[in-house]
């Protein structure tokens, strides 16, 4: 249908997108760069994305729908918040190691204009906010005197991380 045509362009520009961004950085990108990219003409490529600021938003509200979905997942999956976390842990990380560009292209979220990146920054806060209710289930069934805040900002800085030094195909890969 004419509406899966346009999804699947649509998703080929957004990839696109993703790539340049996370290639060249959002004020060296073009909008030539991801038509290109995209395999699409300047005007082809206008059609599906209008701007390069509402290419980085959708690019930017895919990434955090994705690892929310990932997040709903475990949780929906498994009954024991300690399996709940390493099923999010695992999630995470499986989809930054998976998906770089998404991940670096959405470190550009302030490169976005004041409603697109008051609107991404808080869907990134919901995450945040619901990974740390997680990791207050967790600390509810092991007390810890860790602050759940430090507790969680040392969990995000651990999985944001892990691309940087986990290459697959490792000798070290389980």
Not at 33 to 51: C, E, F, K, R, T
Not at 92 to 101: L, N, S
Not at 147 to 154: D, H, K, P, Y
Request: net charge neutral; glycine share 6%.
């Amino acid at each position: 249908s004419a509406l899966t045509t346009y999804d699947s362009r649509l998703r080929g520009a957004l990839d696109a997108a993703e790539c340049v961004f996370a290639e060249k950085d959002y004020g060296l990108a073009t909008m030539r760069d991801v038509a290109a990219a995209a395999g699409l003409s300047i005007a082809g490529l206008y059609y599906y994305l209008p701007s390069k600021q509402r290419a980085l938003f959708l690019v930017c509200e895919r990434t955090l729908a994705a690892l929310m979905g990932g997040l709903d997942q475990a949780l929906t999956a498994l009954p024991d918040p300690e399996d709940q976390l390493y099923a999010l842990v695992r999630a995470h990380v499986g989809f930054i190691t998976r998906k770089p560009a998404a991940y670096r292209a959405l470190l550009l979220v302030d490169a976005l204009d004041g409603a697109g990146r008051a609107t991404i920054l808080e869907l990134r806060r919901r995450y945040f906010a619901r990974v740390a209710d997680l990791v207050i289930a967790v600390q509810q069934e092991r007390p810890s005197s860790i602050s759940t805040r430090v507790a969680t900002a040392a969990l995000f800085g651990m999985m944001n991380c892990a691309p940087t030094w986990h290459h697959v195909g490792d000798a070290t890969d389980t």
